[in-house]
Every structure is written in structure tokens, then in C-alpha cells.
């Protein structure tokens, strides 16, 4: 059993938990908060299980490291903290673990993130020995493994395109919704996550792993971006009002452009209630689905929909994106200590009949 910690239970943390309690290779050994009201917790409570695991949450770092984790799921924000969350994640791969996160955008495509970045982990590893798998956005393998399988399908592939399309009243973070997107912000207010360039640091290596599999070089990344104010006043159970003129939706491309025209697309559809911009693309049902479209012979196109937690898809995509990481962990603590991406490491099989916790 490889001993597990997981560092952080927010909308992550909370799945991972339950991810790792579930698997039969892994063994919740710790459970790291910054929020001294969880402190003394049962880790079974805080990932909102019926049963208690046996584990007390704890906000002693040092600790929790020095307990020896063979594995650490870095389940702590890196939106507005990169730089923090970069110097946990080094700490726990110096302690010799095998990490797996969706906090650092730039190591999704680890070969080309910025040098500095990359030479600090890999210092890292070669001080202490552990591993680095980062993935997890929209949600991880819907910008990789899944178009990559999909366009095995084909006979020819002209365009691929991954869409994530969620109504984000669901996602219990008003501070990324509001402020980081500019949900309910007048249209003049300049959201930090649309700002030129920003998408291209987070999607555009997932641009890049997807040409990497396809075997071809990307030119450039563009970046197309619109956004439709709210008609009426519309309120949320987890964040209140969204008033009337404010933004309501977002949408935007990140473009890998190949042959002088976008072939590998990104595309975000976000609204925070379904009455915005209902001429944009919608999910089949429900508040949110992930859809790959392979245009070419034959076109085919997937839709995914995920609920976890009484039915949310937000906590769905989560659990989905957990999935993802914490199912890579028993592969990665059999390979060579070093930085990986998805295009390295399997997708694994489920275990049918695993226990649940």
C-alpha cells in the first residue's frame, strides 16, 4: 500500500480523499488544511463521507512531510498563489513523494514550461527522488488522452476541439467566478483570467500535448474571447445575486494554429445562469458537460457528463479530474523518479467492485 497525504479540501481535496480512500493500492496516511477550524477533523467528515477514515487533518507541514508520504496529492489552489503553491509542491518532491496536482497551468506541457520552473523541479527530484505528474483542467484528459483516442477513430482529422460548457453558479469558488473570470463585474472590468496571453498560459500546453500526439508542430496560439452581459438580475443558492448588465458569460478559443488555420481548438463556454447567451453552446442537460469533436471522415463527437456530491457537475468534473491524478500514483511509484505529463503516463483501468469508504 502506497501511504498517501493529500494537502488541501476544498473543491479538490474533498474528492481526493475520497479517490484515495477508495483505491486498492493506496493508503490515506495524512491529511494537510490551512484552515484551523478543520484542524482535528476526521478526513471521512471533511471529504463529506458517512464513515470516519481514521485520519485527523492536520496544519502541521512540517509533520506531516516528516511522516514520510510516498505520495502527496497537491490538492491546494495555485490560481492566485503559483509561486506558493510551486514551493510546496518542490518541498514534498525534495521529501522523496510522488506528487500528482492540477495547481501549476505551465508543467501541463512539461517539456516546454518556462525553464526556470522546470529546472526547479527537476532540481528538486534529483535532490529527493520523488515525481511530478501535473494535470487536471477541463478536466485533464478531456484536453489529452480523450481527443487523442477519439482522432484514432478517424480516417482523416481536420479539426479537433475540446469544449468544457458549464453554468459556474454550481462551482463553489466566488472568488475564481467573480473576480478570476468576472462573473456579476461590470463589462468594463477586466477579468484576470481573459487577459491577453493569460489562456495561452493555461491552455495553450494542452495545444501543444495534443500536437505532440498528433505529430505535428504547432505555429502559434491565438486567443478569441467574447463576453455577453446578464439581461435580468439572477440569483444563486452558493453565491448570491448576479445583477443586471454585469457579465454572464464568457466565451473563448485558444487556437493552435497548424497550416495557417486553427486545427487544435480549446474553446470555454462559461455562463453563471442558463438564461445568458442561450445562442452559445449548451449542455445536453443539466448545469455542465465536457464535448470533444473530432471534424473530419467520419466527424464524431463525445459528450461527458459528471455528478459527484447530491448531483453537482462542478464536483463531478472534480472527481473526474481526481480520478485522473490520484489513478496515476501506483503507476508513477514504479517508475523513475522525474516530471511527467499525461502523454507519459497510462490511463488506467477503474478496479470494478473497489470498495468504498
Request: net charge negative.
Amino acid at each position: 500500500m502506497i501511504s498517501t497525504l493529500v494537502w488541501g479540501t476544498g473543491n479538490v481535496g474533498r474528492a481526493a480523499i475520497r479517490a484515495v480512500a477508495a483505491h486498492p493500492a493506496l493508503k490515506l496516511t495524512g491529511v494537510l488544511v490551512h484552515n484551523p477550524d478543520k484542524v482535528g477533523r476526521d478526513a471521512g467528515e471533511l471529504a463529506g463521507l458517512e464513515t470516519e477514515l481514521g485520519v485527523a487533518a492536520t496544519d502541521d507541514l512540517a509533520a506531516a512531510l516528516a511522516a514520510g508520504p510516498q505520495a502527496v496529492v497537491y490538492a491546494a489552489s495555485g490560481d492566485i498563489r503559483p509561486d506558493d503553491a510551486l514551493a510546496d509542491i518542490l518541498q514534498a518532491i525534495r521529501a522523496g513523494a510522488v506528487v500528482v496536482t492540477p495547481a501549476l497551468y505551465p508543467l501541463y506541457d512539461q517539456r516546454n514550461a518556462p525553464v526556470e520552473m522546470r529546472d526547479a523541479v527537476l532540481k528538486a527530484i534529483a535532490e529527493g527522488g520523488g515525481s511530478l505528474f501535473v494535470s487536471g483542467i477541463d478536466p485533464g484528459w478531456g484536453n489529452d488522452v480523450l481527443p487523442l483516442l477519439m482522432s484514432g477513430l478517424g480516417h482523416t482529422v481536420d479539426v479537433v476541439r475540446c469544449q468544457e460548457i458549464f453554468d459556474y453558479a454550481t462551482y463553489d469558488q466566488p472568488d475564481s467566478v467573480r473576480y478570476l473570470v468576472g462573473m456579476g463585474q461590470p463589462m468594463d472590468y477586466d477579468p484576470p483570467m481573459l487577459m491577453a496571453s493569460v489562456p495561452t498560459m493555461v491552455w495553450g500546453g494542452q495545444i501543444r500535448l495534443i500536437a505532440r500526439g498528433l505529430g505535428v508542430e504547432v505555429e502559434e496560439i491565438r486567443e478569441v474571447v467574447h463576453r455577453r452581459e446578464l439581461e435580468t438580475t439572477v440569483s444563486t443558492d452558493l453565491m448570491g445575486d448576479f445583477e443586471a448588465g454585469t457579465q454572464g458569460a464568457v466565451r473563448f478559443e485558444v487556437q493552435g494554429i497548424i497550416d495557417g488555420r486553427p486545427r487544435i481548438v480549446i474553446e470555454h463556454v462559461t455562463r453563471i445562469h442558463a438564461c445568458c447567451a442561450t445562442d452559445w453552446p449548451m449542455p445536453p442537460s443539466g448545469a455542465g458537460a465536457h464535448r470533444v469533436i473530432i471534424e473530419g471522415r467520419p466527424n464524431i463527437e463525445v459528450t461527458i457528463q459528471a455528478t459527484d456530491e447530491d448531483g453537482n457537475h462542478s464536483a463531478g468534473g472534480n472527481a473526474t479530474a481526481v480520478g485522473r491524478l490520484v489513478g496515476a500514483i501506483d503507476w508513477l511509484a514504479t517508475a523513475e523518479p522525474g516530471l511527467y505529463d499525461a502523454l507519459d503516463i497510462p490511463l488506467r483501468p477503474g478496479t470494478l467492485g473497489r470498495n468504498q469508504p
